[in-house]
């Protein structure tokens, strides 16, 4: 499989502040970068996506950041809150129905009261 | 968005036992179905990808005689855990995709599966 690389693996932030992941990819084939959130013992939930027509999307507190050249792209979470606090996953794939998502490892954020 | 339901959520079972978790798309139909593995703290492995009426496509080093997975409609895929020891313990979670065009996937709520 595909890399993705994903950083830091874990993540404090005070109730607030802004809480950055970073992902990288290898694969010039992907074309669809979504991010998951994951809280204990459930299954992930799709957050925002992006794919590479643009350089940023941003939905209510959340932003992706593109960089297609460097192959990278992040999230960005706004007034982070408490109930932020949980695991993040970038994904990579090819934005086609019937192809399968690549994860990075996950991030675990922590917001602080 | 749209749902994806796995049944059981848990499940623990004896050594040497088989074990078959559902996976079923609740408003949409799924051409295709993922299953895919997580240990603790650590990220989504894909295991295999399941297309409707044909066989699966499993991953490098996936064991497909032990991972038994099954695709009989476009709303329900199975992952049969065959002959289960501890170090199968882990919770799978399957995803589907909604669109003819796009690569978005959700997910279930996975299943965690505990061998004694």
């Known amino acids: 499989q595909q890399q993705v690389k994903q950083s830091p693996q874990s993540l404090i932030v005070q109730k607030g502040g802004i809480s950055i992941i970073n992902c990288a990819y290898e694969n010039t084939a992907f074309d669809y970068f979504p991010w998951y959130q994951q809280f204990p013992g459930k299954g992930p939930a799709l957050l925002i996506a992006i794919r590479p027509d643009v350089s940023e999307k941003k939905e209510g507190r959340f932003t992706i950041s593109f960089n297609k050249s460097a192959k990278q792209f992040s999230l960005h979470i706004m007034d982070s809150q408490p109930g932020d606090s949980a695991t993040y996953f970038c994904a990579a794939g090819e934005d086609q129905a019937g192809t399968a998502l690549i994860f990075g490892k996950g991030t675990t954020l922590s917001v602080s009261s | 968005g749209a749902v994806v339901s796995q049944h059981p959520s848990r499940v623990i079972c004896k050594s040497g036992t088989s074990v078959k978790i559902e996976c079923r798309s609740l408003d949409f139909q799924a051409t295709t179905m993922f299953w895919y593995r997580q240990f603790p703290k650590q990220s989504l492995m894909l295991m295999a990808t399941s297309n409707e009426g044909s066989k699966a496509t499993y991953e490098q080093g996936v064991e497909k005689d032990k991972f038994l997975i099954n695709h009989a409609s476009l709303t329900l895929s199975t992952l049969t855990v065959t002959s289960a020891h501890p170090e199968d313990s882990s919770f799978y979670i399957c995803?589907?995709?909604?669109?003819?065009?796009?690569?978005?996937?959700?997910f279930g709520e996975g299943s965690r599966l505990t061998v004694l």
């Open positions: 995803s589907a995709s909604t669109g003819y065009y796009t690569g978005e996937l959700f």
